[in-house]
């Protein structure tokens, strides 16, 4: 699961400066919800162990 973690954090990233430099539009945002994703199903799966 730490894979997951460390790809969701680079796309979180990627979103970040996407919004600081204006680049990326759509793609940056599908991006985040990813992102998003990765993170809740880490969570979630975290939690049965």
């Known amino acids: ?3 997951l973690r460390t790809i969701g ?3 979180v990233f990627f979103w970040v ?3 600081v430099f204006r680049i990326g ?3 940056i945002h599908w ?3 990813a992102a998003v994703a990765v993170f809740i ?3 979630l ?3 049965k162990r």
């Open 1 to 3: 699961m730490k894979l």
């Open 9 to 11: 954090g680079i796309i």
């Open 17 to 19: 400066l996407g919004l």
């Open 25 to 27: 539009g759509f793609l």
């Open 31 to 33: 991006l985040l919800v």
């Open 41 to 43: 199903y880490d969570f």
């Open 45 to 47: 799966t975290g939690k």
